[in-house]
């Protein structure tokens, strides 16, 4: 007879698979997400790392980054580098590995 073996998922793939939301979706990933002087967002962190795996999140971050990049395309203002600092907050909050 032959010996069924069950793999356990790793807590990430767990997580991912169920599709829940917990709030605390970043405790999956604190290890690898940087800190940021002025904290971050919670409610984006949590966006940003469920988006690794859901194409609609996804989706969601590269229609605001098409928007911001627009907005600094479009901007008028007396200071050019606002539109640019309020994108690059917007990546490091978006994007916790790599921001």
């Not at 919670?42 to 609609?56: E, G, T, V, Y």
């Not at 007396?78 to 921001?99: M, N, R, S, T, Y």
């Amino acid at each position: 007879m032959a010996e069924t073996r069950v793999e356990i998922p790793d807590p990430e793939t767990e997580f991912f698979a169920s599709k829940q939301e917990t709030g605390h979706e970043w405790e999956l990933f604190k290890e690898n997400v940087r800190p940021l002087k002025r904290g971050r967002n919670i409610r984006l962190l949590n966006h940003a790392l469920k988006s690794h795996c859901d194409h609609q999140l996804r989706k969601t971050l590269i229609e605001k980054r098409r928007k911001l990049i627009e907005e600094i395309d479009e901007y008028d203002g007396d200071d050019p580098l606002f539109p640019w600092i309020k994108f690059v907050k917007w990546v490091q909050e978006a994007f916790p590995p790599e921001g």
